[in-house]
């Protein structure tokens, strides 16, 4: 049993942990100072690739392509990065306990890793059906999307479903849903997606987006399912067979991939430090990222921030506040006088040749449809008391977009008639 003391610790070693890095050694940590633990067996690297380009069939994306912090427009820090700065990257290795009032931390080993600053960005974990003890959900076939181990465990059954039925069931009409029924598509699969909402994506999408979206799947051979949840599964020799759903309907498949949400990894700081057990959940942090605790932040999917322009606190379980809530911490630890963390919602996803971006907040608003569908450009504006809150575009150029994030960040007026922000379109941005 080892015990080893740094003066920055970060927990977690994924997507946030490479930004924090780099922002450390931008900052002058010198060798030695800092050390990022993991359980994964891979130094930080851009999970989003893991729904998209890791499962095409032609040219996928594979590490050491992918490692942080390419997806955020920096340079690619593979192992060797860590080890030129001095930073201690400890993978494969669980923390199974926390101690906070001794600033130290246990893995399931028994090494101690003692800490003056801990930055925690342990992120969130698939909800699993064996969660609510659906019936057969621990048979063989039967996978969930979070990190490359289980990306390459998909790439196989993919591999090994074209010897068989070439069958797929996708469970959930979220972003994994979305997205992985797309890659199963683009393998030749025939894919059905399983969803319980009226449409895909129903807590961002508006009927009239999600219309667009749904005829693409279908158009693609994609079978899609709303309105149902699997109630239980069968199998054969362990492998599952079927996804029997609450309709009494059975789906056949090789391969059952299910993506119905995430959960934050808190449970080692339940205690110690304040959660949130309501919605958003996660570990209530402050403008600095600063936990109940002082010498503690948090950042990533766990981390319930205040977002400042709205007067809300929320947890963003997305790539960009990842990037740069890390970041923040960092500085925040770093330089006292640091400000307050004053992010912008900001969502996006890529399927088949189409890609989608949202700035600013959907929720609680009446939207307002712009464009045409049919020319694959099209948009939603969210208003609510007035004020343009979020701003939703299909197919945009990147001008386009930056004009979607100025309509976000100034929350302008919207017209009395909101048919006339709809048929001003994006004619309203760029007015701004
Ligand atoms: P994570 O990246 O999840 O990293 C947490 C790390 O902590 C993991 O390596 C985990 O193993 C480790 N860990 C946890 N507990 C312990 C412990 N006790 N001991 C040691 N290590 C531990 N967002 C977007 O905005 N756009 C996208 O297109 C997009 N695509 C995605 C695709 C997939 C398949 C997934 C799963 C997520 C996607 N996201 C996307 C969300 C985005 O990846 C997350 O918001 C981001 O990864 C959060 O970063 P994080 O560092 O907080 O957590
Ligand atoms: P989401 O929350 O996006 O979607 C989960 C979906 O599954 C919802 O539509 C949910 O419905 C549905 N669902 C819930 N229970 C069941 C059930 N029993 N049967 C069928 N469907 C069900 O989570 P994901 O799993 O898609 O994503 C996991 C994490 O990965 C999230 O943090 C997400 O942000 C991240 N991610 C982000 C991407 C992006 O930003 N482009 C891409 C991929 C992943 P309901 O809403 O009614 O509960």
């Avoid at 290795?93 to 801990?118: F, M, P, R």
């Avoid at 993919?158 to 959930?172: L, P, Q």
Wanted: charged content about 20%; hydrophobic content about 35%; glycine content about 12%.
């Amino acid at each position: 049993m080892a015990a080893s003391s740094y003066k920055y610790v970060v927990l977690g070693g994924g997507n946030a942990s490479g930004y924090a890095a780099r922002e450390f050694v931008q900052r002058g940590v010198g060798k030695g100072e800092l050390a990022i633990i993991t359980e994964e067996p891979y130094v930080a690297y851009e999970r989003p690739a893991l729904s998209k380009a890791y499962l095409f069939p032609e040219s996928p994306a594979r590490l050491p392509g992918f490692h942080a912090t390419v997806g955020g427009g920096g340079d690619k820090q593979p192992p060797e990065w860590y080890d030129e700065k001095g930073i201690d990257y400890k993978t494969s290795t669980k923390i199974t306990s926390v101690d906070v009032a001794a600033k130290k931390l246990t893995s399931e080993i028994g090494d101690t890793i003692s800490y003056e600053k801990l930055i925690v960005a342990t992120g969130a974990r698939p909800i699993y059906l064996t969660d609510f003890g659906t019936q057969g959900a621990d048979l063989q076939g039967i996978f969930y999307l979070r990190n490359v181990v289980d990306a390459d465990k998909i790439v196989a059954a993919i591999a090994d479903a074209k010897t068989k039925s070439n069958k797929a069931t996708v469970i959930g009409g979220g972003y994994i849903g979305m997205e992985t029924a797309a890659g199963l598509n683009k393998n030749g699969l025939d894919v059905t997606i399983v969803f319980p909402e009226k449409h895909l994506m129903e807590r961002l999408f508006t009927a009239e987006m999600a219309a667009f979206y749904e005829k693409v799947y279908t158009d693609k051979g994609i079978k899609l399912m709303p309105g149902n949840i699997a109630a239980s599964f069968e199998g054969t020799n362990g492998q599952v067979t079927t996804t029997v759903l609450k309709s009494g309907e059975k789906v056949e498949s090789d391969i059952v991939l299910v993506g119905v949400g995430a959960r934050p990894n808190v449970e080692l700081f339940k205690g110690q430090l304040e959660l949130l057990e309501e919605r958003p959940g996660g570990i209530k942090v402050d403008g600095n990222l600063r936990t109940s605790n002082p010498d503690v932040y948090a950042v990533g999917d766990i981390a319930a921030f205040p977002l400042k322009k709205y007067g809300i606190t929320t947890r963003q379980e997305h790539v960009a506040n990842c990037r740069a809530s890390a970041v923040h911490a960092v500085q925040s630890i770093m330089d006292p006088s640091t400000g307050d963390y004053d992010y912008l919602p900001y969502f996006y996803s890529r399927i088949f040749d189409l890609g989608w971006q949202l700035y600013g907040i959907n929720e609680n608003t009446t939207p307002v449809f712009f464009g045409d569908p049919s020319t694959k450009k099209f948009g939603t504006y969210f208003v609510r008391d007035g004020k343009v809150m979020g701003a939703f575009l299909e197919g945009g150029s990147n001008e386009e977009n930056a004009l979607m994030k100025k309509v976000a960040v100034e929350q302008p007026p919207a017209p009395a008639d909101l048919n006339e922000l709809g048929s001003q379109g994006l004619s309203f941005a760029s007015k701004l």
